[in-house]
């Protein structure tokens, strides 16, 4: 399947990429509710053990309902990027309970006690807390810069062998910047260091990583990928087959942060859409963003897709189009916030992100309630700081809602 989806269009691959045809001929690959599986006979046990054979044999090492979904997403990040040797990239992917359960995977397999990981500001909370309260604990500091600077990125590797592992987001929240893939993944390289992005924000409709070189990708398929907000999920895509067949494999089965088969389901029903969905999310964020921009009561606007961000530039280099996630900065700062959420009739008050509806958070009230003041506003979270994931609604109805609530 994976040669032949590499002449399909974007839009086919992610309705057809990765379906295997059911025996008992079913349309869509169905929610295989089965913790294992039976072999005929026990030589061919020992062969499916051994590998010799393909098949599953138990739930949390592979599903098939699970299957399909790694498939697509594998097929999604490698669309129309080739290997060294100019054939067409093939890539792993392997689902899991959720984001974070991906990164922890990723990490676990890749870094021991005694080696150091360098990131970025601006991360996801989530994993910002995995970094420097868990990690620490077994041995595994962080070194974080800002990515932006790539001086003070190389002379913190050369300063330091211990760093093994660079770990980029972007864009990142809630201020969209963003950051060089290709600048920062040449400098992991040349330092010998295993590069992982974060694509969470992007997606591979908007940004592919992989054709920077870089080792790993993670999502939390929670967001733009199940788009509908029906299923918490993560996953882990390599380009190091062997690796991800080995000790990547070993460490998602021993950790145990598999998916399921109903939640996998979800999420390739949401696959389906993806890059309808996606065009319809990037104009509509467009078109809110040029109408905030305008409007008298906001003070400013982080949207990449507007000339006024800094990282306008660096959007346009890698990706795209600049996505479906701004942020805006309310006039009358912390109560202005509150006031424009109660105010909404048609957006969704709640956190999360990439879902059909427009979701629409104040984090300075919500997310970061209990962040000392000082601490939020270094992280860019400002009182009046609204957070949207534009939804694909009919535009003029998004539009409308935020003409009365921004008032
Ligand atoms: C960029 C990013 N990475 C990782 C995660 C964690 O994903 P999950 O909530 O599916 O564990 C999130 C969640 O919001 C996220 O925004």
């Given at each position: 399947m994976s040669d032949k989806n590499n002449s399909l269009g974007f839009d086919t691959v992610c309705i057809r990429g990765g379906h295997t045809p059911e025996s008992n001929r079913a349309h869509l690959t169905p929610i295989y509710a089965s913790s294992t599986y039976t072999f005929d006979s026990a030589e061919q046990s020992i062969a499916t053990f051994k590998g010799d054979e393909k098949g599953y044999i138990y739930s949390r090492w592979g599903n098939p309902t699970i299957s399909e979904a790694e498939e697509k997403i594998a097929l999604l990040e490698a669309y129309g990027l080739t290997d060294k040797d100019g054939a067409p990239l093939k890539l792993k992917a392997i689902l899991h309970a959720s984001g974070m359960a991906a990164i922890c995977t990723m990490l676990m397999a890749n870094i021991k006690a005694g080696q150091k990981i360098i990131t970025h500001f601006s991360l996801y909370g989530g994993t910002h807390e995995l970094v420097e309260k868990i990690l620490p604990d077994l041995g595994v500091a962080a070194t974080i810069v800002d990515f932006h600077d790539l001086n003070k990125v190389e002379d913190a590797i050369k300063a330091d062998k211990t760093i093994r592992l660079m770990h980029i987001e972007t864009p990142?929240?809630?201020?969209?910047q963003c950051i060089d893939l290709e600048a920062l993944s040449a400098l992991g390289k040349k330092y010998g260091l295993i590069v992982c992005v974060d694509n969470t924000f992007a997606t591979p409709y908007l940004q592919q990583p992989f054709k920077y070189n870089v080792d790993y990708v993670m999502h939390s398929t929670t967001k733009f990928l199940n788009g509908h907000g029906t299923a918490i999920g993560g996953v882990v895509v390599g380009r190091d087959l062997d690796k991800m067949n080995t000790s990547v494999t070993k460490m998602h089965r021993l950790l145990g942060g598999n998916s399921n088969a109903f939640e996998a389901f979800l999420l390739t029903n949401g696959l389906r859409t993806f890059g309808l969905r996606m065009e319809r999310h990037c104009s509509n964020a467009q078109q809110v963003a040029n109408y905030l921009e305008c409007n008298k009561g906001v003070a400013h606007v982080n949207y990449l897709g507007l000339t006024s961000h800094p990282d306008h530039a660096m959007c346009l280099k890698q990706m795209k189009h600049a996505g479906a996630m701004l942020s805006f900065e309310l006039k009358g700062g912390f109560d202005a916030g509150v006031k424009f959420i109660n105010q909404l009739k048609l957006c969704t008050n709640a956190v999360s992100l990439g879902t059909c509806d427009t979701l629409v958070s104040h984090p300075a009230s919500?997310?970061?309630?209990?962040?000392?003041r000082e601490q939020r506003l270094a992280f860019?979270?400002?009182?009046?700081l609204i957070r949207m994931s534009v939804g694909i609604e009919n535009v003029a109805d998004i539009l409308n809602d935020l003409e009365q609530a921004v008032g």
């Open positions: 990142a929240n809630p201020t969209l919500t997310t970061h309630v209990s962040v000392a860019g979270i400002t009182d009046g």
